[in-house]
């Protein structure tokens, strides 16, 4: 802008200047003369303005370039946000995975297994708090309670209820830190049925999972890794069964017949060769009567 107007100012002088040399009115004897004048006049104009304008651009080049002001974008009201030392932590089991079929009313408990993935310890008063879709009976948060240091890992359970109409049911509860910061999400989903619950007590109660070398065992050769786990059942009846480890991989499912309450114990091995170094786990998962996993044995390969 400041350019334009120093342009504007020359040329309009050397319009006056020149206007004032062609309303002279020379004599004719002296007409030769006048005309050389003013075109010496002329030239000299020409170069001051030449000189004004590479003067006036220097000067500009010079002045610092203003710094771009970067404005933040904010969140939307309720949109997650995270911290970097919060990632989504590692689903490490759940009962009553997707798609399981429950009866209309009939009330369940729900639970996931999570470890700490991250580098800041969760502390008692962080919570998991329903997020979106059907809280199906639900609380509407619950706190941790404990205290999980980065590499743990702790179970959370709800008490959930199967609303009273067949269909699929899908609730969502968000993980937020004791600043209310949203890390991560766990979910269910079941599929409601309309009749009544079979009239039965049994289940099994506990699991008690053990490797036999923990580790850190070197796997830089092939190392088999042999995995026991005790399954207490309350009663007469039939357990299905299966296992599943840390590469996503299930064996087949078993069978066990219990003839009254007590304790059976199975057996399972997992090789592993040059390329598995790090943490791996493995666990039990209870298909009936519990629809369950249980909480996994973890070891080490480098």
Not at 15 to 31: E, V
Not at 87 to 111: H, Q, R, V
Not at 224 to 246: M, Q
Request: hydrophobic share 40%; with cysteine.
């Amino acid at each position: 802008m400041k350019k334009n107007l120093v342009i504007n100012s020359l040329f309009l002088a050397v319009s006056l200047i020149l206007s004032a040399c062609a309303n002279t009115a020379p004599t004719q004897d002296a007409g030769q003369t006048a005309t050389q004048a003013a075109a010496q006049m002329e030239a000299q104009v020409a170069t001051r303005v030449a000189q004004a304008l590479a003067a006036l651009e220097a000067t500009q080049k010079a002045q610092p370039t203003p710094a771009a002001v970067n404005i933040p974008t904010p969140s939307l009201p309720g949109e997650p946000t995270s911290v970097d030392c919060n990632p989504p932590p590692l689903a490490m089991g759940e009962n009553y995975p997707d798609g399981t079929t429950i009866y209309i009313n009939t009330a369940f408990n729900k639970s996931w297994t999570i470890q700490n993935a991250g580098t800041c310890t969760w502390n008692s008063n962080y919570k998991i708090k329903f997020y979106s879709g059907d809280a199906m009976s639900g609380p509407s948060f619950k706190l941790f309670g404990a205290s999980v240091p980065p590499g743990g890992s702790i179970t959370l359970t709800l008490p959930l209820k199967a609303p009273g109409a067949a269909g699929t049911t899908k609730g969502i509860w968000g993980l937020y830190d004791d600043k209310d910061v949203w890390f991560g999400q766990v979910w269910v989903t079941i599929n409601s049925v309309t009749g009544s619950p079979l009239s039965t007590a049994f289940s099994v109660t506990s699991v008690t999972t053990a490797v036999d070398n923990a580790g850190p065992v070197s796997c830089k050769s092939r190392h088999t890794f042999n995995f026991t786990a005790t399954i207490y059942a309350n009663g007469a009846g039939t357990v299905n069964y299966y296992w599943t480890n840390s590469d996503l991989a299930n064996s087949p499912t078993h069978t066990l017949t219990f003839g009254a309450a007590g304790t059976k114990t199975v057996v399972y091995s997992w090789a592993l060769g040059p390329g598995a170094s790090g943490r791996h786990w493995v666990k039990v998962y209870i298909d009936s009567p519990n629809h369950q996993y249980f909480s996994p044995v973890n070891f080490t390969c480098f």
